[in-house]
């Protein structure tokens, strides 16, 4: 069996090749494979993008993947080509994954109204809330991300209503709440796995930023638009390597008859 990174990168964001780049390169040093989604199970009206990650298993048994391990990560994330073996460090048994501190507001926001819609009996705190860019997992936890398909072909368009009603996230907060419903047994990663809202923390120094930590999320960063962040993966990206020759290690789905 082999362990597997899995990101979802629909669309031609510049970022994406970045990241690609990134987790091929570790990839290739730890004996782990790289899948890209590259193109939508269902358009983007029907279900958001990010959500799509949660066809992953399906389209793991459906490629004929003889899979141990998975790690989802989102798009706009570099790996240190040093960081250790995530698979070595971790059991199958829980599910891993990284708190966010990021914008409160945005956060309580989400846990607020989707609990008031979807999950009137949710208590979950604040402080609990994790982010959704970096979750490891087993082969175990896949009942619970067919739930997960489930919630939104049950919800699909309640939560396209809060979601654009109300600005909240697309997955994120659903997912928290998903975990806490079924008593999913998980474990907090340090935050040097997976280092979102890195311009909150003024980690927005290279040399600071690559010493710091493993997993570097650009998400949450002002002046996307303008091609700044792209930018300031581009810079962290060559700070780290130069290499780009792991492009053909990745594997990119071609599942049109999947389903």
């Not at 979802?8 to 090749?17: D, L, Q």
């Not at 059991?91 to 989707?114: A, H, N, Q």
């Not at 072909?153 to 079924?182: D, F, P, V």
Request: aromatic share 16%; glycine share 6%.
């Amino acid at each position: 069996m082999t362990n597997v990174v899995f990101s979802v990168s629909i669309g031609n964001s510049p970022e994406y090749s970045l990241s690609q780049q990134s987790w091929a390169k570790w990839c290739e040093k730890n004996d782990v494979e790289l899948f890209i989604l590259n193109q939508e199970i269902k358009p983007k009206e029907e279900m958001f993008y990010n959500y799509q990650r949660y066809y992953m298993f399906h389209l793991l048994e459906n490629s004929g993947i003889d899979y141990d391990g998975v790690l989802t990560v989102d798009s706009d994330t570099l790996i240190h080509p040093d960081a250790p073996n995530i698979f070595e460090m971790t059991s199958r048994d829980k599910l891993y994954m990284v708190r966010d501190t990021g914008s409160y507001d945005w956060i309580i926001r989400g846990l607020e109204f989707y609990s008031e819609s979807l999950f009137p009996k949710s208590n979950l705190n604040v402080w609990d809330y994790c982010n959704s860019g970096f979750q490891l997992m087993g082969r175990k936890h896949k009942d619970f991300y067919d739930k997960m398909l489930e919630l939104w072909e049950n919800n699909q368009q309640e939560i396209i209503r809060l979601s654009e009603t109300y600005g909240l996230g697309k997955e994120q907060a659903l997912w928290n709440l998903m975990i806490e419903e079924h008593n999913i047994d998980y474990e907090i990663l340090p935050y040097k796995w997976n280092m979102t809202h890195i311009h909150n923390r003024e980690l927005l120094n290279l040399e600071l930023l690559t010493k710091f930590g493993w997993v570097y999320h650009f998400n949450g960063l002002p002046g996307k638009e303008s091609g700044s962040v792209h930018r300031l993966m581009e810079e962290t990206h060559r700070y780290l390597t130069n290499e780009n020759k792991f492009m053909d290690k990745i594997r990119c789905f071609k599942f049109q008859t999947c389903f």
